[in-house]
């Protein structure tokens, strides 16, 4: 876990060095050691928010203070330094943070809402049982359907999943199990969703090669739970393993096609060299 923090705080350093640039997602995931998908999942379960809502928090937190510090700089351009095209969208993003406008933060006579970097702690716990498993697991695809995830986006790729369902996508799996698969596209995660195998069927198609894939079992979907089993997993179980994962693979997910069942799980797989 301690590795972890490092890893994370360096990446906040990074963040904060070049905070009116635009995010690189990849980069900042490739400096983890993680998959595009798994940092944004662990990066809001450590900070406590998505990265998307830590860059635009901060942003106007900064940019509040330049409004009241910087008095000969415009409020036009302090808003398109910090990423905003237009004032008018500048100032209804101001608002909902700071409750007050540019023009009332830059009179001084209310107080704005400062959103700080966070700080962290290590704190030792006693050892934790995991359960999990290992598989060995030959080449197979996945077809279905498949979208791309941006910063936007929920961490869990919820609107991909929405669209599965809404378009019916569903009804077209066969068997029993859903297969998820999270790739790097860039700076976004492609996530298809579908049935394993079989190549005759039509719809999008991921081919998943040879590897083994730690798993283990999950009985909820709540995105705070989820957030804080991948950071278990990838920064408690894998090193107290002496295991690694393996770079250029996707992460999986494996669901019954049954989600309403009483005796619901479903499968995190992390491929391992």
């Known amino acids: 876990m301690y590795n972890g923090i490092e890893k994370i705080e360096a990446v906040i350093d990074k963040i904060e060095k070049d905070i009116t640039a635009d995010v690189d997602y990849e980069a900042l995931a490739s400096d983890m050691a993680l998959s595009v998908y798994e940092f944004r999942r662990i990066f809001a379960f450590i900070v406590g928010c998505p990265l998307s809502d830590y860059v635009r928090r ?29 004032v008018s969208a500048f100032s209804k993003a101001f608002s909902e943070q700071h409750g007050i406008s540019p023009s009332m933060c830059r009179e001084g006579k ?47 790729c919820e609107g991909v999943w929405s669209a599965f369902y809404d378009g019916g996508h569903d009804g077209a799996v066969a068997g029993d199990e859903i297969y998820v698969s ?33 798993s283990v079992t999950m009985s909820t979907t ?16 894998l090193p107290s393993a ?15 096609k049954d989600m309403e069942s009483d005796n619901f799980k479903w499968e995190i797989r992390i491929p391992i060299e």
């Not at 107080?111 to 716990?125: A, D, G, H, N, Y």
């Not at 359960?131 to 929920?154: K, M, N, P, Q, V």
């Not at 596209?185 to 040879?210: A, F, L, Q, Y």
């Open 58 to 86: 901060r942003r106007l937190t900064l940019a509040a203070c330049e409004i009241m510090n910087c008095r000969k700089v415009s409020i036009q351009k302090i808003s398109e330094k910090y990423g905003y095209s237009t």
């Open 242 to 256: 002496n295991l690694k994962r393996k770079a250029d693979m996707p992460t999986l997910e494996v669901y019954p």
């Open 222 to 237: 709540d995105d705070d739970a989820v957030n804080k089993k991948y950071n278990s997993i990838l920064y408690e179980l």
């Open 110 to 156: 209310t107080e704005i809402k400062l959103f700080s970097r966070p700080k962290f702690e290590i704190t030792v716990l006693g050892g934790e049982e995991h359960s999990f498993r290992i598989i060995a697991d030959g080449a197979f695809s996945i077809r279905g359907y498949s979208a791309l995830s941006d910063y936007t986006d929920t961490c869990c």
């Open 182 to 214: 999270y790739s790097n596209c860039g700076s976004v995660v492609k996530c298809t969703i579908g049935e394993r195998g079989n190549s005759e069927k039509c719809g999008d198609v991921v081919n998943i090669p040879e590897c083994r894939w730690l």
